[in-house]
C-alpha cells in the first residue's frame, strides 16, 4: 500500500494566481483547453465503471489512462508511461503528460493542456486519490477552473475499505495478513491508504468548502449495484451530456470489477470493521443523505442516539458561547 496517503507535499507549488473560490471570475476563455470535470473517488466505489462509460460514449474523450494523479503524484506513475496510443489525440496527450511530469511543481496551466485534445467534446480526470488531496490544492485547482464539476462516488465505509484490502492482497501492494484475526485487520484498516478514504462524510465536506453547490455531485456506489442505468444517466445529464447515446458496446449494468476475488469476511470481522467506522457511518447518513441515511442500520447501529447527541453537543457549545 503506498504512504503517498499522508499526503506530504514536498515538492514546490507555483504562485497562485488568485484568491477567490469557485464562482469568482473565470481564469480561462471558453476557448482554451481545461477539464470538465474531476471525479475524486472514491476508490472501489464505481470509478472503473464511470470511465468505462465515459471513454466510448460520443461525447466524450477520455485520456488513455483512467487515473492521470497528476495533483497527488505529478503523474508519476507506471500507467501513464505504459498506455497505448488509440489515435492522434492519445497520443498529443500522452506526449504533453511525459514533459509535465518531468517538472517538479504543480502547473495549472500546462495541466489544463492536457486536455487539448477532447476539442469539443467534453473531458476529465478520474483519480480516487484525490478524494485524500490537501485543502491548499483543492483550493489551488478550483481556483484555476471555477467552472469545473466535482463528482464524489460515495460507498458503505465498510464494504469500500474491505474491497480496498482484498484488491491490494490480490495486486500484492500489501502483505497478505490473517483475515479472520481481527487484531491483524484493524492494523491494515489503520494504513493511511486505506484510512483516509474511508470517511466520505469528511472528504465531500472537505472538496464543499471550495466547490459551488451546484457544481458538486454525491453519487452512490448502492445504486450503481441496485440500478446502473439509471445512475449513468443522472451523471450524464449532470456533465452534459445525451443519456440517449450508447457508450458504444458497453452496457450500464457492465461492472468489470464484480466477481473479482475477495478476502473472506467473516460476521465476527464485519461487525469489529463496522464498530471502527460507527461515527462514521452515522456522520455519513446524516451528511450525505441518500442511500448513506441506511448504512448504519444495517450494523444495528442507531441514527436517532447519534442525532441526539449532536444535539447535546450542540447545546453545549451554546451553553458555553452563553457563559463567554
Same mark, same amino acid.
Given at each position: 500500500?503506498?504512504?503517498?496517503?499522508?499526503?506530504?507535499?514536498?515538492?514546490?507549488?507555483?504562485?497562485?494566481?488568485?484568491?477567490?473560490?469557485?464562482?469568482?471570475?473565470?481564469?480561462?476563455?471558453?476557448?482554451?483547453? @481545461?477539464?470538465?470535470?474531476? +471525479? %475524486?473517488?472514491?476508490?472501489?466505489?464505481?470509478?472503473?465503471?464511470?470511465?468505462?462509460?465515459?471513454?466510448?460514449?460520443?461525447? =466524450?474523450?477520455?485520456?488513455?489512462?483512467?487515473?492521470?494523479? $497528476?495533483?497527488?503524484?505529478?503523474?508519476? *506513475?507506471?500507467?501513464?508511461? +505504459?498506455?497505448?496510443?488509440?489515435?492522434?489525440?492519445?497520443?498529443? =496527450?500522452?506526449?504533453?503528460?511525459?514533459?509535465?511530469?518531468?517538472?517538479?511543481?504543480?502547473?495549472?496551466?500546462?495541466?489544463?493542456?492536457?486536455?487539448?485534445?477532447?476539442?469539443?467534446?467534453?473531458?476529465?480526470?478520474?483519480?480516487?486519490?484525490?478524494?485524500?488531496?490537501?485543502?491548499?490544492?483543492?483550493?489551488?485547482?478550483?481556483?484555476?477552473?471555477?467552472?469545473?464539476? %466535482?463528482?464524489?462516488?460515495?460507498?458503505?465505509?465498510?464494504?469500500?475499505?474491505?474491497?480496498?484490502?482484498?484488491?491490494?492482497?490480490?495486486?500484492?501492494?500489501?502483505?497478505?495478513?490473517?483475515?479472520?484475526?481481527?487484531?491483524? *485487520?484493524?492494523?491494515?484498516?489503520?494504513?493511511?491508504? *486505506?484510512?483516509?478514504?474511508?470517511?466520505?462524510?469528511?472528504?465531500?465536506? #472537505?472538496?464543499?468548502? $471550495?466547490?459551488?453547490?451546484?457544481? =458538486?455531485?454525491? $453519487?452512490?456506489?448502492?445504486?450503481?449495484?441496485?440500478?446502473?442505468?439509471?445512475?449513468?444517466?443522472?451523471?450524464?445529464?449532470?456533465?452534459?451530456?445525451?443519456?440517449?447515446?450508447?457508450?458504444? #458496446? %458497453?452496457?450500464?449494468?457492465?461492472?468489470?470489477?464484480?466477481?473479482?476475488?475477495?478476502?473472506?469476511?467473516?460476521?465476527?470481522? #464485519?461487525?469489529?470493521?463496522?464498530?471502527? =467506522?460507527?461515527?462514521?457511518?452515522?456522520?455519513?447518513?446524516?451528511?450525505?443523505?441518500?442511500?448513506?441515511?441506511?448504512?448504519?442500520?444495517? $450494523?444495528?447501529?442507531?441514527?436517532?442516539?447519534?442525532?441526539?447527541?449532536?444535539?447535546?453537543?450542540?447545546?453545549?457549545?451554546?451553553? @458555553?458561547?452563553?457563559?463567554?
Amino acid at each position: 500500500m503506498d504512504n503517498n496517503a499522508a499526503m506530504r507535499w514536498a515538492w514546490p507549488l507555483t504562485p497562485r494566481v488568485s484568491k477567490r473560490r469557485n464562482g469568482g471570475g473565470n481564469h480561462y476563455s471558453a476557448g482554451d483547453a @481545461c477539464p470538465d470535470f474531476l +471525479c %475524486v473517488g472514491a476508490q472501489k466505489a464505481g470509478t472503473s465503471w464511470l470511465y468505462r462509460q465515459l471513454e466510448r460514449h460520443p461525447d =466524450f474523450w477520455m485520456p488513455p489512462v483512467k487515473e492521470l494523479h $497528476y495533483f497527488d503524484e505529478l503523474s508519476r *506513475v507506471p500507467a501513464v508511461a +505504459c498506455a497505448r496510443p488509440r489515435g492522434e489525440r492519445d497520443r498529443r =496527450f500522452l506526449e504533453n503528460i511525459k514533459d509535465l511530469s518531468a517538472q517538479s511543481h504543480l502547473d495549472l496551466e500546462d495541466y489544463a493542456r492536457l486536455f487539448e485534445p477532447k476539442g469539443s467534446l467534453l473531458s476529465g480526470d478520474i483519480t480516487p486519490a484525490y478524494s485524500m488531496l490537501s485543502d491548499e490544492v483543492i483550493e489551488r485547482i478550483v481556483d484555476r477552473f471555477p467552472n469545473l464539476k %466535482v463528482i464524489f462516488l460515495a460507498r458503505d465505509p465498510v464494504e469500500r475499505a474491505w474491497s480496498q484490502l482484498s484488491m491490494g492482497v490480490r495486486l500484492r501492494n500489501i502483505s497478505p495478513f490473517d483475515a479472520a484475526d481481527v487484531d491483524d *485487520v484493524i492494523r491494515n484498516l489503520l494504513n493511511p491508504g *486505506v484510512l483516509l478514504r474511508s470517511h466520505p462524510s469528511k472528504i465531500v465536506a #472537505r472538496w464543499k468548502r $471550495y466547490v459551488r453547490p451546484e457544481l =458538486f455531485r454525491i $453519487y452512490f456506489f448502492d445504486d450503481l449495484e441496485r440500478n446502473p442505468a439509471e445512475l449513468r444517466r443522472s451523471i450524464l445529464l449532470f456533465l452534459g451530456a445525451d443519456p440517449d447515446k450508447p457508450s458504444g #458496446r %458497453v452496457k450500464a449494468k457492465q461492472n468489470w470489477d464484480t466477481g473479482k476475488e475477495k478476502l473472506r469476511l467473516t460476521d465476527n470481522v #464485519r461487525s469489529r470493521i463496522a464498530k471502527f =467506522f460507527e461515527q462514521e457511518l452515522k456522520a455519513s447518513a446524516a451528511e450525505l443523505g441518500g442511500p448513506a441515511k441506511h448504512w448504519p442500520a444495517r $450494523y444495528g447501529f442507531s441514527l436517532l442516539i447519534f442525532a441526539l447527541q449532536l444535539m447535546d453537543d450542540f447545546d453545549l457549545l451554546f451553553w @458555553c458561547d452563553w457563559i463567554a
